[in-house]
């Protein structure tokens, strides 16, 4: 089974703009959640989405939204990116909601000038 | 949302077994407890969960104390690839959550 993919791998963006990342999860998972990872807060979750409907938020600002699709796919948005946005992007799969074991993308690099 | 208390980090030869400890004296009934490991430039992999009895997989061990407020994570012979970054982790109200994890290196 090919592992979770993630593009783009690296991005470079500017104050003010916005972006979108994807991630493509495991086949046949159905769930996907989202982390950020900066080496001054560590990794933090961001949301996670089943079943196209968001289960679950982080404490992140409203800049960041994301979305799922019916074959599972998702992305996150930032809005008016801010230099603190400059991170590693993950996205990590599952079957299911739940105490489940999750598998991890390698990440997409953001950084923002 | 409960945490883990992990140290920084841990040294180990090569061939020798690793325990990576892991503190959780706020957990709840219904957590289970999750270890990831997070090599350089990789996002974290997986390495095994368990609730309240020992589990064992092909990658670790994981000892889980009665009271349930600590684990242990068994490595049985480390090898070079197993230099990572080892994350406790309670899973709580549906998300991970990470904290700054154990850094383990291995010498040949």
């Known amino acids: 089974k090919a592992g979770v993919t993630q593009t783009p791998r690296y991005l470079i963006k500017t104050r003010g703009q916005q972006v979108t990342l994807s991630c493509s999860p495991i086949?046949?998972?159905?769930?996907v959640s989202w982390y950020q990872q900066t080496p001054g807060q560590g990794l933090q979750f961001l949301f996670e989405y089943f079943s196209e409907t968001q289960r679950n938020k982080g404490n992140f600002p409203g800049r960041f939204s994301g979305r799922q699709f019916s074959n599972s796919r998702s992305e996150m948005n930032v809005s008016t990116l801010e230099l603190g946005d400059s991170a590693l992007y993950l996205c990590?799969?599952?079957?299911?909601?739940?105490?489940?074991?999750?598998?991890f993308g390698p990440g997409t690099r953001l950084t923002v000038t | 949302d409960a945490k883990t208390t992990q140290p920084n980090s841990m040294e180990s030869n090569e061939e020798e077994p690793v325990h990576l400890p892991c503190n959780h004296s706020?957990?709840?009934?219904?957590?289970?407890i999750h270890w990831y490991r997070q090599l350089p430039s990789q996002g974290p992999e997986y390495v095994i969960h368990?609730?309240?009895s020992n589990v064992n997989n092909r990658m670790a061990s994981l000892a889980i104390a009665e009271d349930r407020k600590s684990s242990t994570l068994i490595l049985h012979r480390a090898t070079l690839r197993d230099a990572a970054v080892y994350y406790c982790?309670?899973?709580?109200?549906?998300?991970?959550?990470f904290g700054t994890g154990t850094r383990l290196q291995v010498f040949p």
């Open positions: 086949s046949g998972h159905r769930s």
């Open positions: 368990g609730l309240t």
């Open positions: 706020t957990i709840s009934g219904t957590d289970y």
């Open positions: 990590a799969s599952s079957n299911m909601p739940g105490p489940y074991e999750q598998y």
């Open positions: 982790i309670l899973y709580n109200t549906d998300k991970l959550i």
